[in-house]
């Protein structure tokens, strides 16, 4: 927690969103004060686990947007891996759909160029739908690192997924490639 680097760990409701609390203390071994934000659905799945996330990040888990009035807990990103990214969230992001806090925050962080890596998680079906090709296609034109592709995430069958594969070291060697990229 003492880090100056603020990775903001954002995830959406996939199976390999259970493994958290490994990549966060892989993240802070690798000297970043992590903040966990979820989508709804996942903040749903992880919800017994809250208080043990919180005292491992030292950090409220956000997932709904603010109150008006409420001050933000969270410093600033230096920089923001939003893995595992579903379908919907990938599709709302490139989108500005934002009724969720976390592609809200996404979106917005393009804006102000928050180095950001995006590690998708959907099934080969999903997968051919037009729109995710647009919108991988679109958060790449605005910016944001893609790890989608044989050597970084490859879409697998439908109910055939194992979380236990799920690129999670890719997505953290990603974070510190986008944010050496930006230091001066």
Known sequence: MGSDRVLYLLGSAAPAVLDLPAVIERAQTAGWNVCL?????????????????????????????????ELDPWPPASAALVAPATFNTINSWALGLTSEWLVAFAAEAIGKRIPLVLLPSVNSA?????????SLETLRGAGVRVLYGEDEFAPHAPKQGNPAKFPWDAGLAAIEQAWAERQP
Request: no cysteine.
């Open 126 to 134: 999903l997968a051919a739908h037009p729109q995710f090709d647009r």
């Open 37 to 69: 934000g979820l989508t709804s659905s996942a903040a749903a799945w992880l919800r017994e686990d809250f208080p043990a996330l919180e005292e491992l990040t030292g950090r409220p888990i956000r997932h709904r947007h603010r109150i008006a009035g």
